[in-house]
Nanobody, 121 residues
Framework: QVQLVESGGGLVQAGGSLRLSCAGS????????MGWFRQAPGKERLFVAC????????YYADSVKGRFTISRDNAKNTLYLQMNSLKPDDTAVYYC??????????????WGQGTQVTVSS
């Protein structure tokens, strides 16, 4: 299995940018397709983006397409989420996940603990 730890969250003004990181350890990081999800207060956890094991294919939720970029560096065992043009609606706890492809939350067996992103208006 793989252990995941997110970092990079924080408070940012609307229109600003943040880059989230997810460090993997344990089994070979490059074995896994990976994804980012987010959960706003009182709401369900939702898909943001995913990337295949090699980094050659990506898929985004419509709500973040054109503003967020998912990427990975397998040599560093790290997944990234570059978030630009942030909006208050992007405020949530962001989670990285490993082991599946696509937007179905239950298909991902491995999860990090989450990092808080707060966008002020």
């Amino acid at each position: 299995q793989v252990q995941l730890v997110e970092s990079g969250g924080g408070l940012v003004q609307a229109g600003g940018s943040l880059r989230l990181s997810c460090a993997g350890s344990g089994r070979t990081f490059s074995d896994y397709n990976m994804g980012w999800f987010r959960q706003a207060p009182g709401k369900e956890r939702l898909f943001v983006a995913c990337i295949n094991w090699s980094g050659t294919n990506t898929y985004y939720a419509d709500s973040v397409k054109g503003r967020f970029t998912i990427s990975r560096d397998n040599a560093k065992n790290t997944l990234y989420l570059q978030m630009n043009s942030l909006k208050p609606d992007d405020t949530a706890v962001y989670y990285c996940a490993a082991g599946a492809w696509g937007p179905i939350l239950s298909e991902y067996p491995y999860w990090g603990q989450g990092t808080q992103v707060t966008v002020s208006s």
